[in-house]
Nanobody, 112 residues
Framework: QVQLVESGGGLVQAGGSLRLSCAASGIIFSLNYMGWYRQVPGKQRELVAGITSGGSINYAHSVKGRFTISRDNAKNTVHLQMNSLKPDDTAVYYC??????WGQGTQVTVSS
């Protein structure tokens, strides 16, 4: 049974930082691409960052230079370090694995 459990969301002022974590179980973590997506009400879920099993990384243009994705294969965990946060980053952030599984999401709210 695949489980993705996100943590680390919260309320932060603009310019602040948060670190999200996603703990995965039920998959061979080291072989999987892992992604972070976000969604605001009324909009489609969008890719924020992804990391392949080999460590190749891609970012949405809107977060390049501010967010950093990383993975710890020993702990089956993927992280998203978010710096210089903006109110536009406010969303529910989801962890994703391409076999079609999503985490429950963690709310990030950035106040101006």
């Amino acid at each position: 049974q695949v489980q993705l459990v996100e943590s680390g969301g919260g309320l932060v002022q603009a310019g602040g930082s948060l670190r999200l974590s996603c703990a995965a179980s039920g998959i061979i973590f080291s072989l999987n691409y892992m992604g972070w997506y976000r969604q605001v009400p009324g909009k489609q879920r969008e890719l924020v960052a992804g990391i392949t099993s080999g460590g190749s990384i891609n970012y949405a243009h809107s977060v390049k230079g501010r967010f950093t994705i990383s993975r710890d294969n020993a702990k089956n965990t993927v992280h998203l370090q978010m710096n210089s946060l903006k109110p536009d980053d406010t969303a529910v952030y989801y962890c994703y694995v391409p076999s079609g599984f999503w985490g429950q999401g963690t709310q990030v709210t950035v106040s101006s």
